[in-house]
């Protein structure tokens, strides 16, 4: 089955910047909505941010102006530039591919200091 990698996680502090990057190990077909999670301890996994097939994204509030997602679909793949960070966003995150199967990854940490 495919697999889906991110990267580009770390510590950072407040005011700084991170790329994230999921990969996909094989080909995924049919992709219609590529999206960003993210899960704090002791909180709800919330998504973060989301494009699909034309385009169109989404960004949850508390991101929106901070955080932009890309994608190129025919590579499988979903990035997400992550600027002006704060402590509250520390969290990991996870990417989700959804195609004729729905795909995720494992995640990758990202921690951001005051």
């Known amino acids: 089955q495919v697999q889906l990698v991110e990267s580009g996680g770390g510590l950072v502090q407040a005011g700084g910047s991170l790329r994230l990057s999921c990969a996909a190990s094989g080909s995924i077909f049919g992709i219609s909505f590529m999206a960003w999670y993210r899960q704090a301890p002791g909180k709800q996994r919330e998504m973060v941010a989301s494009?699909?097939?034309?385009?169109?994204?989404t960004y949850a509030d508390s991101v929106k102006g901070r955080f932009t997602i890309s994608g190129d679909h025919a590579k499988s793949t979903v990035f997400l530039q992550m600027n002006s960070l704060k402590p509250d966003d520390t969290a990991v995150y996870s990417c989700r591919l959804q195609g004729y199967s729905n795909y995720w990854g494992q995640g990758t940490q990202v921690t951001v200091s005051s």
């Open positions: 494009i699909d097939r034309g385009g169109s994204t």
